[in-house]
């Protein structure tokens, strides 16, 4: 007696698809039996642009010739499967199926177009200085988008390329703390994308390029994290981690170098010896 085999890949399909397909009426079983031969075909040939003519699929599905072109066809036109035609052979592009080998490589070439930005030449002076070792932006904090992308795979939300492009649109220019309030939001309530807050609404946005002169000149803030209830300001020269709020710190002790070469803690000092000459 032959011992049952473990099932070591699964073939799946997401309930908005299967929602898609029952839409279509009396054509519902001809979708789903044709999407899954093309998954199937997908998963045996390790790619997500099978090789499947129609007389192959025909011969496959024990099917009818126009049985096949109509159910392709349809399939098409609801943007489930593309047709590339290379010469005689008809491959079938499933877009909703994307590797994680795929996936690193956007998510690669997208950090590498960020670090290989060329820098501004430097004077023969500059470049014989020494330089000053800056501590990266929120190191302790991880990566907000890996985080999405992982709830993704755990949650088995599809996604594919233009998927990706659109959430790193959506997160760029925005400082930490605003994107980890958006994907953990979105993760709780178990949504399949998240929302963040518009650039001319956003009350942390318009606080980057500011500085702070506290017991140091923090010069130009870069970005806020979040961390162990502690929020996390880096800043070009320095890194700040305290439990007081953005806004408050920046109404006590902010200043844009641009308007003002004033910081407010000089202005402070300065009116209290003021203060201390008149009385003499």
């Known amino acids: 007696m032959e011992s049952e085999q473990p099932i070591e890949e699964l073939l799946i399909l997401h309930p908005h698809l299967l929602q898609k397909f029952m839409r279509q009426g009396k054509d519902f079983a001809n979708l789903l039996a044709l999407y899954t031969f093309y998954t199937y075909q997908a998963k045996i040939q390790k790619t997500n642009q099978p090789l499947a003519t129609d007389e192959f699929t025909r011969k496959g599905m024990n099917w009818a010739g126009d049985r096949v072109k109509k159910t392709k066809r349809l399939l098409k036109k609801m943007g489930v499967i593309e047709v590339v035609q290379k010469g005689y052979y008809s491959y079938i592009k499933l877009p909703f199926i994307y590797t994680k080998k795929k996936i690193g490589e956007i998510l690669g070439n997208f950090m590498s177009q960020i670090t290989t930005k060329k820098s501004p030449k430097l004077s023969k002076t500059e470049a014989s200085a020494p330089k000053a070792r800056l501590k990266p932006s929120v190191p ?141």
């Open 140 to 280: 302790s904090v991880p990566s907000v988008l890996k985080l999405w992308l992982e709830y993704c795979d755990k949650n088995r939300i599809r996604y594919n390329k233009i998927n990706i492009k659109h959430w790193n649109k959506k997160l760029e220019k925005r400082v930490t703390i605003e994107q980890q309030e958006a994907v953990y939001k979105a993760i709780n309530n178990k949504w399949k994308d998240f929302y963040i807050t518009p650039k001319k609404e956003s009350k942390l946005h318009k606080l980057l390029g500011k500085s702070l002169m506290m017991d140091k000149d923090c010069d130009t803030l870069l970005d806020i994290g979040y961390k162990n209830k502690k929020y996390i300001y880096q800043f070009k020269n320095i890194k700040v981690t305290t439990a007081q709020p953005p806004i408050e710190l920046f109404e006590r002790y902010g200043y844009s170098k641009t308007d003002s070469k004033t910081a407010p803690i000089v202005s402070l000092v300065k009116d209290r010896i003021m203060s201390v000459v008149k009385k003499f």
